[in-house]
């Protein structure tokens, strides 16, 4: 509106000038009428233009008139969040904080004593209020103690559990200690200088007095309330010693035959760094603690030779020994019975060969027939080539016949000629004369007679 008034007195100004006789004296402007009411009329446009001018300006996109902000504020149209303002009636929120319009508020932070409250944004549904600020009833102020209207700041006399306070009007840096069954937050709270796990102050600790109490068995130790006792102190029974052993008044380190899962033992006298491991079916925290070195769901289990585990009397992981499956070339061995080779050399499953001493490979007796040389005669044949006979009948090499139908034996050709079969007919093969009929070797070939 100071702007719009400036405007208008800057318009009579002008029209004064313009028109000299808009100031004479009355009699004047009663001779001069025309010219007086052509003054007037002028003025009076200045006014109806103003009124015009001031609406049309909340709309020209500038930052003109009494706005705060372009086409806002002042005698336009509220102004939105975020512009600029001068008073709380600029702004559609109602509320201008640093010169920009802020978003609605809650009643609890408008700044405003409304909504039941009993201060400004305080109580009612709001934070309590602090110390100093009105107040109805104690629930109205954080100290919880309300006083002639007024909200009081905490006192150790207040009979209200308030401040640095742990209980009502003790404990905390300012009030004094609190007693025993009342609440506190560390030892310092409590008269007696114990405050417990419950966080409630209790009578003296005498497990950690450094003397022997009623109901301890040894110092700060043993009986129903304080921890039990180490290995050479004294004890009544079994429950007063940490070990759980109790011999003649004195507890005692944890052995592997006592009878006791003590020390570090899994099961009763197995398990643990110290003692053997347990059996299968036992207690156990790790593999090995177990005689089969499976520990599963902290039991042990039985060996097997599919456990991926060297145990029981394996030469190797799953292999050999008098359970398991022999083992592969290469794997550790005691003997040849481990070895699917049949031969263990120095600890270790070697592969076949044709003087090893052993029937393996694809021999079909010992380091003969297969891929090594014929079997003799009585050995075990799969076939005639396993035999220097070249006759298997039975699965054994036969000793070299006249009518076996193979040229063997010191025969010079089928079953005939050599030392044991009669001579050859004429055409037969023939080393010397007596391996003839005819007695007649020639070219290595038997003569007609």
């Known amino acids: 509106m100071k702007a719009t008034r400036a405007a208008y007195g800057c318009a009579v100004v002008c029209a004064l000038l313009l028109f000299p006789k808009l100031g004479c004296s009355s009699e004047e402007k009663s001779e001069g009428g025309g010219e007086a009411g052509e003054g007037s009329s002028l003025l009076d446009a200045g006014r109806d233009s103003s009124s015009s001018t001031e609406a049309s300006t909340c709309s020209d996109g500038e930052l003109n ?4 902000d372009v086409d806002c504020g002042g005698s336009c149209l509220p102004c939105n969040d975020y512009r600029s303002c001068e008073e709380n009636s600029d702004c559609t929120s109602g509320l201008c904080l640093d010169n920009l319009c802020q978003a609605a508020a809650g009643h609890c932070t408008n700044g405003v004593q409304d909504e039941g409250e009993t201060d400004v944004d305080c109580s009612g549904g709001c934070e309590p209020c602090a110390p100093g600020q009105a107040c109805e009833t104690g629930d109205d102020c954080g100290s919880g103690v309300c006083a002639g209207s007024t909200c009081q700041a905490p006192s150790c006399d207040d009979v209200v559990s308030n ?30 200088e114990t405050c417990g796990p419950d966080r409630t102050c209790q009578e003296p600790d005498t497990c950690a007095d450094g003397e022997l109490s009623d109901g301890e068995t040894d110092v700060d130790c043993g009986g129903e309330y304080c921890d039990r ?14 070990d759980s052993v109790c011999e003649e008044g004195v507890c005692q380190t944890p052995d592997c035959t006592d009878g006791l899962m003590n020390g570090d033992e899994t099961d009763v006298d197995c ?3 110290e003692c053997p491991p347990c059996a299968d079916g036992l207690a156990c925290t790790a593999d090995a603690d177990c005689e089969s070195l499976v520990c599963t769901e902290q039991v042990c289990q039985p060996a097997s030779c599919n456990d991926g585990v060297l145990n029981q009397d394996e030469s190797d992981t ?6 398991c499956s022999a083992c592969d070339n290469g794997s550790s061995c005691t003997a040849g019975t481990d070895c699917s080779s ?10 076949p060969q044709c003087e090893d001493g ?6 079909t007796d010992v380091d003969c027939g297969g891929g090594c040389d014929p079997c003799d005669d009585g050995q075990t044949c799969v076939e005639g080539t396993d035999c220097t006979s070249q006759v298997c009948e039975g699965d054994i090499c036969q000793p070299p016949a006249c009518d076996d139908g193979v040229l063997n034996g010191t025969e010079s050709d089928l079953d005939c000629g050599g030392a044991d079969c009669p001579g050859c007919p004429e055409g037969g093969a023939c080393a010397e004369d007596a391996d003839c009929e005819s007695n007649d070797c020639r070219g290595q070939t038997c003569r007609a007679a």
């Open 358 to 363: 052993v029937a393996n490979g694809d021999e």
């Open 271 to 273: 398990g643990g760094a």
């Open 65 to 68: 008139g009494d706005e705060t």
């Open 229 to 242: 006792c180490e290995a050479g102190q004294a004890c009544l029974e079994a429950s007063d010693c940490e």
């Open 163 to 192: 401040g640095d306070e742990t209980d009502v009007d003790c404990g905390g840096p300012d009030c004094p200690t609190c007693a025993v069954g009342e609440r506190c937050e560390q030892d310092a709270d409590c008269a007696t």
């Open 318 to 323: 799953d292999c050999g020994g008098s359970n």
């Open 342 to 351: 049949g031969v263990c050399a120095d600890n270790v499953c070697v592969p």
